[in-house]
């Protein structure tokens, strides 16, 4: 089989998705997400300028060749735009094998490990009260997981609580908008949040919290070990992980489970908060980290250190990538849980896709290949709008970790 044709669908159904669609010369295609939130056009210039007019030809399956080929062939090595063009490619080629050899994707993974994955969604609310409301929601429409976010007195504007009532959705059309963010304000709130909502929803519910990067390691520690006595499933993302042995320091001090990664795109970015057993979780996304090929090679290292994965799972990430992620997550031995950020129904439409949830879980369906298609008719009906995540600056003005 050969490659004869690869070209991108930009379309913006509720929010900007960037998708891959490879041709070849059996009639059948494969798709690939490569949608980087707030910088959707430079993956998309990068794929159509520098990558697809090399893969006219190739046997869509040498996935570990056409990897190789784009990652070291480049010379220029990682970051988000190289690793989501790569991802792009590498989920379209599964998908394609997949489809060529009639089966789903998973079979080619390990087949599966599990009945289905499990799956955290997202509850938040302007105060304590409605963010327990919105846990109980979740709760009674079947998930066993459910991350919690709270507004925060004296706190213009937090992560994770939309504003007006809408579904939470963390870009924004129109240029990026600035809100005021209090470190001081958010630890002597936390601990307080988390007491209240395991009173309301007991022991069993697998409670979860997401920092954003916005600590530092010793208020990190400090947060992690104030959570203990309502035993989270994870405290996400407690500070930013580019200085990866900060994490130590948090360890040292909190039995609080910790998972990083979102924002990673290579294993090299957790090459050590793996070997050192820093980390729980690791949640570097398909989509983000090169594609199945190098998101298996990833959940592979860490199963050596005892550390699962926690695939990040936002509105920002296409059906098709949540599907590659289920995929490979009911596969691998070492899967931890699945986020998932439901679509918008008019995403939904957009990318029809097999993938269902089902009392807690999901399963990424039968079809052969990854199970996800776009109809592009309809797509072309929302072109792309330019969005940006929001800023965060400490209320003296200086810029902080969003
Ligand atoms: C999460 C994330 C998202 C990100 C978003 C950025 O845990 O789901 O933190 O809400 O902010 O994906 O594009
Ligand atoms: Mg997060």
Same mark, same amino acid.
């Given at each position: 089989m050969k490659i004869t044709a690869a070209r991108l669908i930009v379309c913006s159904p509720d929010r900007n998705f960037v998708t891959l669609k490879i041709e070849t010369d059996s009639g059948l295609y494969g798709l690939g997400d490569a949608t980087l939130n707030g910088r959707e056009l430079a993956v998309a210039s990068y794929l159509t300028e520098h990558v697809l007019p090399c893969l006219i030809g190739r046997d869509p399956f040498d996935t570990e060749d056409v990897w190789q080929y784009l990652y070291r062939g480049a010379y220029w090595r990682r970051g988000p735009v190289t690793m989501t063009a790569i991802a792009a490619v590498d989920v379209a080629l599964w998908d394609i094998k997949g489809k060529a050899l009639n089966t789903p994707v998973y079979n080619l993974l390990g087949g599966k490990s599990?009945?289905?994955?499990?799956? $955290?969604?997202?509850?938040?609310?302007?105060? %304590?009260? =409605?963010? %327990?409301?919105?846990?109980?929601? #979740? %709760?009674?429409e079947g998930y066993l997981a459910v991350r919690a976010q709270c507004g925060v007195p004296g706190v213009e504007s937090s992560y994770g609580v939309p504003k007006g009532g809408k579904p939470y959705e963390p870009a924004e059309r129109g240029l990026p908008?600035?809100?005021?963010?209090?470190? &001081?304000? $958010?630890?002597?709130?936390?601990?307080?949040?988390?007491?209240?909502?395991?009173?309301?929803?007991?022991?069993?519910?697998?409670?979860?919290? @997401?920092?954003?990067?916005?600590?530092?390691? %010793? &208020?990190?520690?400090?947060?992690?070990?104030?959570?203990?006595? $309502?035993?989270?499933?994870?405290? =996400? @993302?407690?500070?930013?992980? =580019?200085?990866?042995?900060?994490?130590?320091?948090?360890?040292? #001090?909190?039995?609080t489970p910790i998972a990083t990664g979102e924002v990673f795109n290579s294993v090299w970015d957790a090459h050590d908060l793996i070997r050192r057993q820093w980390i729980d979780y690791i949640r570097m996304t398909i989509v983000h980290g090169g594609g199945i090929t190098h998101a298996k090679?990833?959940?592979?290292?860490?199963?050596?250190?005892q550390v699962k994965t926690g695939f990040h799972g936002a509105t920002d990430l296409s059906p098709v990538t949540m599907a590659a992620a289920l995929h490979l997550g009911i596969a691998i031995h070492n899967f931890g849980i699945q986020e998932h950020m439901a679509h918008s129904a008019l995403t939904d439409e957009v990318f029809p896709h097999q993938y269902r949830f089902d009392g807690g879980y999901m399963h990424p369906g039968d079809a052969p290949g990854l199970g996800v298609d776009i109809d592009e008719a309809l797509a072309a009906k929302f072109p792309y709008q330019r969005a940006y995540l929001p800023i965060a600056r400490k209320l003296d003005g200086t810029l902080t970790d969003w």
């Open positions: 599990r009945g289905g994955v499990m799956v $955290y969604t997202h509850a938040n609310g302007r105060d %304590i009260a =409605e963010a %327990i409301d919105s846990v109980q929601q #979740h %709760i009674s908008s600035e809100s005021l963010w209090s470190t &001081e304000k $958010y630890l002597n709130f936390v601990p307080s949040l988390f007491e209240q909502v395991r009173m309301a929803v007991g022991k069993d519910v697998h409670l979860l919290h @997401d920092v954003h990067h916005r600590l530092t390691p %010793i &208020e990190a520690a400090r947060l992690g070990k104030s959570l203990e006595p $309502y035993h989270l499933f994870w405290m =996400e @993302d407690p500070c930013p992980a =580019e200085l990866q042995e900060g994490f130590e320091l948090i360890r040292r #001090h909190t039995t090679k990833t959940a592979d290292f860490a199963a050596l250190y």
